[in-house]
């Protein structure tokens, strides 16, 4: 008589677990923060005379002026650098405007450096997973040569 084979052993469901984790997941969180991760914030000349177009008063565009295509790497930072520049109560009066207008400039080629992050990372992975087969292995031989000399000795 033939036996059946489960459709589904706990080992297909483990792998499919470690796929997940550390092959799926990875490569998705990966090229979602892409453009956050290799880009750069800056207030354009374009957003500036928006701002001019929308009716802030001066007091709040000129101070920008001296922030014009400086690079900053988070939003964050160059929200609190016009913070400095702006005063509070003009600040607090136009922020939503003034936050329309600050540009996501990516870098050139960015699919590239993605490409490039998730090679090396693959790369690492199958090191580790080699390695892990090693280390297994070895254990295994161990057990084996363990449970040998036990039974040659009684």
Known sequence: MMELKPWLSWDDIRNAVVALFLVILPT?????????????????????????????????????????KQPFYFRSSLIDEIRKQVPEAEYAQHQRRIHQQIAHVSIPHDTYVYLAL????????AWVAQWWN??????????VEASESSGNSS
């Open 28 to 68: 998705l969180l990966l090229n979602e923060s892409m453009g956050t991760l290799f880009g750069r914030y800056e207030l354009t000349g374009t957003g500036l005379w928006n701002l001019h177009k929308q009716e802030v008063p001066e007091t709040v565009i000129a101070p920008l002026h001296e922030l014009r």
């Open 118 to 125: 998730l090679c090396t990372y693959y790369v690492a992975l």
């Open 134 to 143: 090693r280390i297994q292995s070895g254990e295994d031989d161990s057990s």
